[in-house]
């Protein structure tokens, strides 16, 4: 009898071990930080909401493979009607000819209310982050933050939610707010 249970503690140990072992490979085995690609989820894994705390919010976008710029994530620091968005962007950048050229925030209705112009292109530091601020939104108020191509407008991953809530990935049509494309700030041109 007492065989029998050691056997079986065994095969519970093997079995949770592989199980570990599993999630471990499906996620990417790392134990790095945010800016770590292993960190990253798959296109097949859905984003989870980051509840903030205080005054922090911040979530992760999935991930694609289109000629578009994608929202990967927002964090979100400061205080209402002054927040400050530090926001990921993963695109195609290949030079001045095709890159991310800004990355902005929408109300639920479609105004802008923030555009970060990015002067140049980051053929070499995908994804990146870059911040801006003031951002004139309550805690609670829910915005859309989505990036742009210069030579293809919108189209990628744009995250939806709130400082209060965080952010998730959600299906944003490429039309949406289009018109906002023509208004300032414009970028002047690329640097590199």
């Given at each position: 009898m007492a065989m029998?249970?050691?056997?079986?503690r065994k095969r519970t140990r093997l079995l949770v071990g592989v199980v570990l072992f599993m999630l471990a490979a499906c996620s990417g085995g790392s134990s790095g930080g945010v800016g770590d690609e292993a960190s990253r989820p798959s296109v097949m894994e859905q984003p989870t909401p980051t509840v903030a705390q205080g005054v922090e919010a911040a979530t992760t976008a999935i991930p694609t493979s289109r000629n578009v710029a994608d929202v990967r994530s927002v964090v979100s620091s400061g205080e209402p009607g002054a927040y400050r968005f530090a926001?990921?962007?993963?695109?195609?950048?290949?030079?001045?000819?095709?890159?991310?050229?800004?990355?902005e925030v929408l109300s639920?209705?479609?105004t802008l209310l923030y555009r970060r112009i990015l002067a140049h292109s980051h053929v070499d530091e995908q994804p990146?982050?870059?911040?801006?601020a003031p951002i004139p939104i309550e805690a609670a108020t829910v915005v859309w933050v989505r990036a742009h191509m210069n030579n293809g407008?919108?189209?990628?991953?744009?995250?939806?939610?709130?400082?209060?809530?965080?952010f998730v990935a959600a299906p944003l049509d490429s039309e949406f707010a289009a018109e906002v494309a023509q208004e300032a700030p414009l970028p002047r041109g690329c640097d590199f």
């Open positions: 029998r249970i050691i056997k079986g926001v990921e962007i993963a695109s195609p950048d290949s030079g001045c000819d095709q890159y991310a050229d800004w990355w639920e209705e479609g990146f982050v870059r911040s801006g407008g919108y189209g990628g991953v744009a995250l939806r939610g709130s400082v209060a809530s965080g």
